[in-house]
């Protein structure tokens, strides 16, 4: 029963003794955390691209269309 006081004192020394821990960097803020949903928020971007260009060659057909008519 001892040694147990002893040695818990020795434990805690070799434990806080030597040198101390190398400082840790911070994150930068240009550092970029991918979520779940930044493929979702991408799809939905390319899409509404798509639709932009499909409307406009709708416009475009429209155009054509009506330009014989007149």
Do not use: F, H, Y
């Not at 006081?5 to 240009?30: E, F, H, N």
């Not at 691209?49 to 060659?57: F, R, T």
């Amino acid at each position: 029963m001892k040694i147990l006081p002893a040695l818990l004192c020795v434990i805690g020394l070799v434990a806080c003794s030597g040198k101390p821990p190398a400082p840790q960097s911070v994150p930068t803020a240009t550092a970029s955390v991918s979520t779940p949903w930044d493929a979702m928020k991408q799809d939905e971007q390319r899409a509404r691209n798509v639709q932009k260009v499909v409307n406009k060659q709708v416009a475009d057909q429209d155009k054509q269309i009506e330009q014989p008519t007149q």
